[in-house]
């Protein structure tokens, strides 16, 4: 399975936007780059989805660079809710439920 | 809508025992998979299932074992409890077409003592 990089931490400010980054540079040309949620006490949450494009909805966006190396999950106004460890997952598009977790990114957000 | 749910919330055992832990996916969710979250492994894939069969399993003993029923309720089964079997399990289910996101239940919490 290609692997996902990303920072252990991360801080930011509420009511600030927050970009939490994510390097795949072994993706494949059929992966989809999947971001997910931890929330404390809580099972991982979907927050959004791409395969090329920049994609957008009511939770964030995400950014997807050109070559596809890497991507940025774009949060465009963190409140303390946010505060959750974001995992980044790149998956085959068979609708196969095998996700590889890395370590994820922990957020916190600063009031 | 409800979403997925698990039984039991946590769980206490000691080592030798077995376990039977429950998920109810989301209705009209046909494929259900289980992960093992631990401090030291993070999330690690369990199984997945589909119509009733295993359609993929995870690098874990036969010690674990899972089953899907016909109203694609689950079970996972763990015999011969050891001390590092603690951890949260969790159940996630997904419509089944093609990248339609995981829904995750809150897990239940084994504790092996």
């Known amino acids: 399975d290609a692997k996902t990089t990303q920072p252990n931490s991360m801080e930011s400010n509420e009511e600030e936007p927050v970009h939490l980054p994510c390097n795949h540079s072994t993706i494949s040309g059929t992966d989809y780059i999947h971001w997910y949620r931890q929330l404390p006490s809580q099972g991982p949450e979907y927050v959004i989805h791409?395969?090329?494009s920049n994609v957008n909805n009511r939770m964030a966006s995400l950014a997807i660079a050109e070559d596809r190396k890497s991507s940025t999950l774009i949060l465009h106004r963190a409140t303390l809710r946010d505060a959750a460890v974001y995992y980044c997952i790149l998956r085959k598009d068979q609708g196969a439920q095998k996700l590889v977790f890395g370590q994820g990114t922990r957020l916190t957000i600063n009031p | 809508k409800a979403g997925v749910t698990q039984t039991p919330r946590y769980l206490i055992k000691t080592r030798g025992q077995q376990v039977t832990l429950s998920c109810s996916p989301i209705?009209?969710?046909?494929?259900v998979s289980w992960y093992q979250q631990t401090p030291g492994q993070g999330l690690q894939f369990l199984f997945e299932y589909f119509s009733e069969t295993q359609r993929n399993k995870g690098n874990f003993p036969g010690r674990f074992s899972g089953r899907q029923f016909s109203n694609s309720r689950s079970e996972m089964n763990v015999s011969t409890l050891e001390l590092g079997d603690s951890a949260l399990y969790l159940c996630?289910?997904?419509?089944?077409?093609?990248?339609?996101?995981?829904?995750f239940g809150n897990g239940t919490r084994l504790t092996v003592t």
């Open positions: 791409g395969l090329t």
């Open positions: 209705s009209g969710h046909r494929s």
């Open positions: 996630a289910s997904s419509r089944d077409v093609g990248n339609s996101p995981l829904h």
